[in-house]
């Protein structure tokens, strides 16, 4: 009996199942690419959270009057400055107010200037004062973790199969 065939699928399916899946390449719009809501230190002494926009695109974004918002309790939303440009493959990272997010249970849009939602986090939730943060497994990626922060560092680029 040949069991060529069927070596060749169990081969197949372990080579599937232990691939790590880190989502589509989003590159359509600018993205959050990566939040701390809960940097190291006190928050309500210095501004410390931010926000990290990435360009994935291939044209330069004017985002002036964009908007990145928390969306539970506190509902701070920090507006863009006129003349902001984010180019492409650019990080951009943000901070705006001394206690800008809740630590639980957010999360973080981005908005274009008519309102419309551009992009949006999962819920997260970081309750440690440390120096973690929720970022993209790699820039421009659906996927999140929660990794040790890098504000204006990229969290990396998937190797193409080229």
Same mark, same amino acid.
């Given at each position: 009996?040949?069991?060529?065939?069927?070596?060749?699928?169990?081969?197949?399916?372990?080579?599937?199942?232990?691939?790590?899946?880190?989502?589509?390449?989003?590159?359509?719009?600018?993205?959050?690419?990566?939040?701390?809501?809960?940097?190291?230190?006190?928050?309500?002494?210095?501004? =410390?959270?931010? &926000? /990290? %926009?990435? *360009? @994935?695109?291939?044209?330069? !974004? +004017?985002?002036?009057?964009?908007?990145?918002?928390?969306?539970?309790?506190?509902?701070?939303?920090?507006?863009?400055?006129?003349?902001?440009?984010?180019?492409?493959?650019?990080?951009?990272?943000?901070?705006?107010?001394?206690?800008?997010?809740?630590?639980? =249970?957010?999360? &973080? /849009? %981005?908005? *274009? @200037?008519?309102?419309?939602? !551009? +992009?949006?986090?999962?819920?997260?939730?970081?309750?440690?004062?440390?120096?973690?943060?929720?970022?993209?497994?790699?820039?421009?990626?659906?996927?999140?973790?929660?990794?040790?922060?890098?504000?204006?560092?990229?969290?990396?680029?998937?190797?193409?199969?080229?």
């Amino acid at each position: 009996m040949n069991h060529t065939p069927l070596l060749v699928i169990l081969a197949v399916f372990i080579t599937v199942i232990s691939v790590p899946a880190y989502g589509e390449l989003i590159t359509d719009h600018v993205i959050i690419n990566e939040v701390d809501t809960n940097p190291f230190g006190d928050d309500s002494l210095a501004i =410390s959270e931010w &926000v /990290e %926009l990435y *360009n @994935p695109t291939d044209t330069d !974004v +004017d985002l002036s009057g964009w908007e990145i918002a928390s969306t539970t309790v506190l509902k701070k939303t920090f507006t863009i400055p006129d003349g902001t440009i984010i180019s492409p493959e650019q990080l951009l990272p943000f901070t705006y107010a001394k206690v800008w997010f809740t630590d639980s =249970s957010d999360s &973080v /849009e %981005l908005r *274009n @200037p008519l309102g419309d939602v !551009v +992009d949006k986090t999962p819920l997260i939730s970081d309750l440690e004062n440390d120096f973690m943060s929720w970022q993209r497994s790699y820039d421009g990626h659906t996927e999140w973790e929660f990794s040790l922060g890098n504000a204006g560092g990229s969290n990396g680029k998937l190797p193409s199969a080229e």
